[in-house]
């Protein structure tokens, strides 16, 4: 029969013969009746070693993956072997593992699609469920997890994301190198005690080894970076001190609408909110011109913006000690302004001095964007399923889209 020589070519497993194939067509069913080969001693799944067969078990199905739409189930009636070591067992088939009813190769498959769609769409695609989808991806990334190489690490990223509706918090540590950017760990909570998880992971050696390290400007994080990277070069990111900027002139803008509307003003704040957030080359035609305006007022939402605009100078800059001085004069400006939000920023600035200019002494080794991108990438895998609501299943979902861990070995590739 055509197919079991084909699978013989692609998914040959030297102790087990494909027996026959029967299409079951009211239900579009393949299946294939597998049985070991003559001679051949089974494996005990504790210890992976030949034993002798003590009896078997009723037939068991295990999902292959489809062919012309049909589903593939392989039969097959699992030995048990007396092993010396770890007494009766159920033997190990190279096919599948434990108690799933998927094969490796099917697991393989659909974890695969669940990359590029969402998990609901991989299910129907195929024909499956959600929760085979999801167990998928968990035997990859687990296996993912056992046999990836952390070291050497030289540049990691840290930042938090909100999850379970915003209410709570996540820790992803990042690897931000040039050759190598993905994600190395994730934490529950934002606190000293789960980000201090990771470096207990990675070991005193590899963490001893980091030269850069890029987190916002959290405490906890800088008091562990403090602790455990001393040799490490502390670097603010870039992309949130741009984004805590724009909420305190988002405040500004907020308060002073408020406040004209109370006094019977024209609302010339009004639909202004993105004209002042956006940075000038992204704004459309419509909103450039609304900013034109806005800019003849004398309104405190004029000037924080002014004053952001201006800051955007400051990463332009090659030399730190340049750089030093125009956030001084800047802060020193801000400190006039009496505009309560950005003043606010300005102090935060002063007190994160040194660790803002590391941004000037690194930024050649590699590109600060990087943890931006990635962030953006784990919001968007997390936006693409509403069924992450446990941290267990958000962490595989995550480990899986941006971890680039390695993928278990299995004889043919059917994707
Ligand atoms: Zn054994």
Same mark, same amino acid.
């Given at each position: 029969?055509?197919?079991?020589?084909?699978?013989?070519?692609?998914?040959?497993?030297? #102790?087990?013969?494909?027996?026959?194939?029967?299409?079951?067509?009211?239900?579009?069913?393949?299946?294939?009746?597998?049985?070991?080969?003559?001679?051949?001693?089974?494996?005990?799944?504790?210890? *992976?070693?030949?034993?002798?067969a003590?009896?078997?078990?009723?037939?068991?199905?295990?999902?292959?993956?489809?062919?012309?739409?049909?589903?593939?189930?392989?039969?097959?009636?699992?030995?048990?072997?007396?092993?010396?070591?770890?007494?009766?067992?159920?033997?190990?088939?190279?096919?599948?593992? #434990?108690?799933?009813?998927?094969?490796? %190769?099917?697991m393989?498959?659909? %974890?695969?699609?669940?990359?590029?769609?969402?998990?609901?769409?991989?299910?129907?695609?195929?024909?499956?469920?959600?929760d085979?989808?999801?167990?998928?991806?968990?035997?990859?990334?687990?296996?993912?997890?056992e046999?990836?190489?952390?070291?050497?690490?030289?540049?990691?990223?840290?930042?938090?994301?909100?999850?379970?509706?915003?209410?709570?918090?996540?820790?992803?540590?990042?690897?931000?190198?040039?050759?190598?950017?993905?994600?190395?760990?994730?934490?529950?909570?934002?606190?000293?005690?789960?980000?201090?998880?990771?470096?207990?992971?990675?070991?005193?050696?590899?963490?001893?080894?980091?030269?850069?390290?890029?987190? *916002?400007m959290?405490?906890?994080?800088?008091?562990?970076?403090r602790?455990?990277?001393?040799?490490?070069?502390?670097?603010?990111?870039?992309?949130?001190?741009?984004?805590?900027?724009?909420?305190?002139?988002?405040?500004?803008?907020?308060?002073?609408?408020?406040?004209?509307?109370? *006094?019977?003003?024209?609302?010339?704040?009004?639909?202004?909110?993105?004209c002042?957030?956006?940075?000038?080359?992204?704004?459309?035609?419509?909103?450039?011109f609304?900013?034109? *305006?806005?800019?003849?007022?004398?309104?405190?939402?004029?000037?924080?913006?002014?004053?952001?605009?201006?800051?955007?100078?400051?990463?332009?800059?090659?030399?730190?000690?340049?750089? #030093?001085?125009?956030?001084?004069?800047?802060?020193?400006?801000?400190?006039?302004?009496?505009?309560?939000?950005?003043?606010?920023?300005?102090?935060?600035?002063?007190?994160?001095?040194?660790?803002?200019?590391?941004?000037?002494?690194?930024?050649?080794?590699?590109?600060?964007?990087?943890?931006?991108?990635l962030?953006?990438?784990?919001?968007?895998?997390?936006?693409?399923?509403?069924?992450?609501?446990?941290?267990?299943?958000?962490?595989?979902?995550?480990?899986?889209?941006?971890?680039r861990?390695?993928?278990?070995?299995?004889?043919?590739?059917?994707?």
């Open positions: 029969m055509r197919l079991i020589s084909l699978l013989n070519h692609y998914q040959h497993f030297p #102790g087990f013969v494909y027996e026959r194939a029967r299409h079951c067509a009211s239900n579009q069913t393949i299946e294939i009746a597998v049985r070991p080969r003559r001679g051949s001693r089974p494996v005990c799944s504790g210890c *992976d070693k030949p034993a002798p003590y009896d078997h078990l009723k037939p068991r199905r295990f999902e292959f993956v489809p062919l012309w739409g049909c589903m593939v189930v392989l039969l097959y009636c699992m030995r048990r072997v007396d092993c010396r070591t770890c007494g009766v067992r159920v033997e190990a088939v190279p096919w599948g593992i #434990g108690k799933h009813q998927l094969t490796k %190769a099917y393989l498959f659909l %974890a695969h699609w669940a990359r590029k769609l969402s998990w609901q769409e991989t299910a129907v695609s195929f024909r499956s469920t959600w085979k989808v999801c167990q998928s991806v968990e035997y990859v990334v687990q296996w993912g997890l046999h990836r190489q952390l070291g050497p690490i030289v540049a990691i990223g840290v930042d938090e994301i909100q999850y379970a509706k915003g209410h709570k918090y996540l820790t992803l540590v990042y690897q931000i190198e040039q050759q190598c950017t993905r994600l190395l760990w994730i934490g529950r909570e934002r606190t000293v005690a789960s980000f201090e998880q990771f470096f207990i992971l990675i070991g005193e050696r590899l963490a001893g080894q980091i030269e850069f390290v890029c987190s *916002d959290w405490q906890p994080y800088l008091a562990v970076i602790e455990r990277c001393r040799q490490a070069i502390h670097i603010l990111d870039r992309f949130h001190i741009v984004a805590k900027m724009n909420t305190a002139l988002d405040q500004v803008r907020a308060g002073e609408a408020r406040r004209l509307a109370r *006094d019977g003003y024209e609302p010339v704040l009004k639909k202004t909110r993105w002042v957030l956006k940075r000038r080359a992204n704004l459309t035609g419509q909103q450039r609304r900013l034109r *305006d806005l800019l003849r007022y004398n309104l405190r939402t004029v000037r924080a913006y002014l004053l952001k605009e201006d800051f955007q100078q400051f990463w332009e800059y090659e030399s730190p000690s340049w750089a #030093g001085k125009f956030l001084d004069d800047w802060c020193c400006q801000v400190m006039r302004s009496r505009i309560e939000p950005m003043k606010k920023i300005a102090r935060t600035l002063r007190s994160h001095r040194v660790l803002i200019l590391n941004y000037f002494h690194a930024r050649k080794q590699f590109s600060s964007g990087v943890v931006e991108g962030n953006n990438k784990a919001k968007l895998t997390m936006r693409k399923s509403y069924g992450f609501r446990t941290f267990h299943i958000t962490e595989i979902a995550l480990y899986h889209a941006l971890g861990l390695p993928e278990p070995d299995v004889a043919h590739r059917f994707f």
